[in-house]
Antibody, heavy 115, light 110 residues
Framework: QVQLVQSGAEVKRPGASVKVSCKAS????????MHWVRQAPGQRLEWMGW????????KYSQKFQGRVTITRDTSASTIYMELSSLRSEDTSMYYC????????WGRGTLVTVSS | EIVLTQSPGTLSLSPGERATLSCRAS???????LAWYQQKPGQAPRLLIY???SRAPGIPDRFSGSGSGTDFTLTISRLEPEDFAVYYC???????????FGQGTKLEIK
């Protein structure tokens, strides 16, 4: 079954870091780009960055440059997104998505930042 | 950065009617790299249209996309009950940020 399975919800303190995972199955992991997109409550979708799952190269939105790191583990068909220096405005649902146009999405991981 | 503005913000229609959703870009979208997504409450978005007018696999043919340059349209020819959701347009560009989304149009049952 072609799917992306994300890790569970997280609650973090301001200033902390969070690392979210996204495990791919049912297709050739290294053949696709993979993205992270977030959505704050009631807000529009916001692209954070992407990784070439084959080569490991990355590009990040300027908004998150310096705070976000996207990595992958080809042996586990998994990508990761680590966001540092968390603040309350980072409270969002975080999605992974596949391909140049996001034809497959994970179900999302809720990250709550609260003191 | 290309800004995408969707209109209307909310569209109230009845099943069986035709829906026309608009997405306007602040500057020309290169190569018509414009996609449309549907999102239902509590769910991830679903790709409907890519490259402005190509339907994604498994998407019913009542969904169609058109437009070029700065003006794009998503048309749902005959609304089914399951079509009531929020719709987002998205553009892909060569310069960062590579992907931007519109603010969404909520399609609600009248």
């Amino acid at each position: 079954q072609v799917q992306l399975v994300q890790s569970g919800a997280e609650v973090k303190r301001p200033g902390a870091s969070v690392k979210v995972s996204c495990k791919a199955s049912g297709y050739t992991f290294t053949s696709y780009a993979m993205h992270w997109v977030r959505q704050a409550p009631g807000q529009r979708l916001e692209w954070m960055g992407w990784i070439n799952a084959g080569k490991g190269s990355t590009k990040y939105s300027q908004k998150f440059q310096g705070r976000v790191t996207i990595t992958r583990d080809t042996s586990a068909s998994t990508i990761y997104m680590e966001l540092s220096s968390l603040r309350s405005e980072d409270t969002s649902m975080y999605y992974c998505a596949r391909g140049w146009f996001f034809d497959l999405w994970g179900r999302g991981t809720l990250v709550t930042v609260s003191s | 950065e290309i800004v995408l503005t969707q209109s209307p913000g909310t569209l109230s229609l009845s099943p069986g009617e035709r829906a026309t959703l608009s997405c306007r870009a602040s500057q020309s979208v290169s190569s018509n790299y414009l996609a449309w997504y549907q999102q239902k409450p509590g769910q991830a978005p679903r790709l409907l249209i890519y490259d402005a007018s190509s339907r994604a696999p498994g998407i019913p043919d009542r969904f169609s996309g058109s437009g070029s340059g700065t003006d794009f349209t998503l048309t749902i020819s005959r609304l089914e009950p399951e079509d009531f959701a929020v719709y987002y347009c998205q553009q892909y560009g060569n310069s960062l940020p590579m992907y931007t989304f519109g603010q969404g149009t909520k399609l609600e049952i009248k």
